[in-house]
């Protein structure tokens, strides 16, 4: 089921945890990457390039780190603990393989197409019913949410970091077990940024028995049941896929695949494990080959799933929906920061 473009992830991954050849080897352009990201960082500092405010507070939600940290799982939970506060959030993102041009925004409903506005702005909608915009300028995509919900009063960016023309009020950096890599830089290392990036808050995906160091805040990604893709959509302890002696198979075209089989084995689980690329598409069925009698998936990969007859129908695929759970006092620190916010 590994394709070329598997492979060649795979590659890069095991390369970007050492200083090995391949690494060394790309180091140059490492610097050349960090010269040219150095310069736009320092013409928004000296006004030569402005940041524009937005009249609400911006949260933004990212990482340094290439790849699938739990950056949505976290924002799902971000959207939850601002609403329990009382606050009105709305998310806005670039999406992933959308069809948006560069000065188009376009507002992600429960029922829109992955192709169209990204997997995982999907699954935020629907996991939240929150309003969210997708753009790929992120200041359009806010102003445009704001015009059509003057109801929010913060907005949430699903990424964007490196996105410095949004001005911001919260930085939060993600980062899971791989800590930084090898340190360097993209396309010799796994980073956007310099680890050593401003933010506000740090919160590391521990994984089920990790700890956080001092300062930290740690993420688990708790996972208890598995939902049946096709009607009758039926339910069922994730512990008790296994039993009976089904063939097991797990599928994951998300950032990082690994966790997700973490999670599984976590759950007592044996499987055969099938990665996919990073927002694969699923145009072709990965499915239709597999010996298995019980597949299970991700709700990024099933936002897509549901949207082709062949895999929706499939009752051998099962859904595993995941929730973030976070250590210690993060949203009451983040509402208080909040609300330090000088009004306009």
């Known amino acids: 089921m590994a394709d070329s473009r598997t492979t060649a992830?795979?590659?890069?991954?095991?390369?970007?945890?050492?200083?090995g050849v391949l690494a060394c080897a790309l180091w140059p352009l490492s610097l050349l990457f960090g010269a040219l990201a150095a310069l736009r960082r320092l013409l928004f500092a000296l006004g030569i390039k402005r940041a524009e405010r937005l009249p609400v507070p911006v949260i933004v939600v990212g990482n340094v780190f290439v790849g699938g940290t739990g950056?949505?799982?976290?924002?799902?939970?971000?959207?939850?603990?601002?609403?329990?506060a009382g606050l009105?959030?709305?998310?806005?993102?670039?999406?992933?393989g959308g069809g948006n041009g560069a000065g188009q925004t376009l507002e992600v409903s429960p029922e829109a197409a992955a192709a169209q506005v990204g997997d995982e702005p999907?699954?935020?909608?629907q996991r939240t019913g929150v309003p969210l915009?997708?753009?790929?300028?992120?200041?359009?995509?806010?102003r445009s949410l704001l015009a059509a919900h003057p109801e929010v009063d913060v907005i949430i960016s699903d990424d964007g970091l490196q996105h410095y023309a949004l001005g911001r009020d919260i930085e939060i950096v993600l980062s899971d077990a791989r800590g930084v890599g090898n340190g360097w830089l993209l396309p010799a290392g796994p980073?956007?940024?310099?680890?050593?990036?401003?933010?506000?808050?740090?919160?590391?995906?521990v994984g089920l028995q990790g700890k956080a160091p001092a300062g930290v805040h740690a993420m688990r990604l708790q996972a208890d049941e598995a939902v049946q893709l096709a009607p009758p959509q039926a339910r069922k302890p994730?512990?008790?896929?296994g039993e009976g002696g089904v063939r097991l198979a797990a599928v994951a075209g998300i950032g990082h695949p690994e966790r997700f089989f973490a999670t599984l084995e976590g759950a007592g689980l044996s499987f055969a494990r099938h990665p996919l690329p990073d927002h694969y598409d699923f145009a072709i069925d990965p499915f239709a080959g597999l010996a298995a009698d019980v597949i299970l998936i991700t709700e990024k990969d099933a936002v897509k799933c549901r949207a082709i007859e062949a895999i929706r129908n499939d009752p051998r695929i099962w859904v595993v929906p995941v929730t973030?759970?976070?250590?210690?006092?993060?949203?009451?620190h983040i509402v208080e920061k909040l609300r330090e916010r000088p009004t306009a």
């Open 324 to 332: 973030a759970r976070i250590d210690g006092a993060l949203a009451e």
């Open 88 to 96: 009105h959030p709305g998310v806005i993102s670039r999406g992933y």
């Open 238 to 241: 994730l512990a008790q896929m």
């Open 191 to 205: 980073l956007r940024e310099p680890a050593s990036r401003r933010r506000d808050f740090s919160v590391l995906n």
């Open 122 to 125: 999907l699954l935020i909608a």
């Open 133 to 142: 915009v997708v753009g790929r300028r992120r200041v359009a995509a806010a």
């Open 9 to 19: 992830e795979a590659i890069l991954s095991r390369a970007w945890q050492s200083r």
């Open 71 to 84: 950056k949505t799982p976290f924002a799902i939970w971000l959207i939850e603990a601002l609403r329990a």
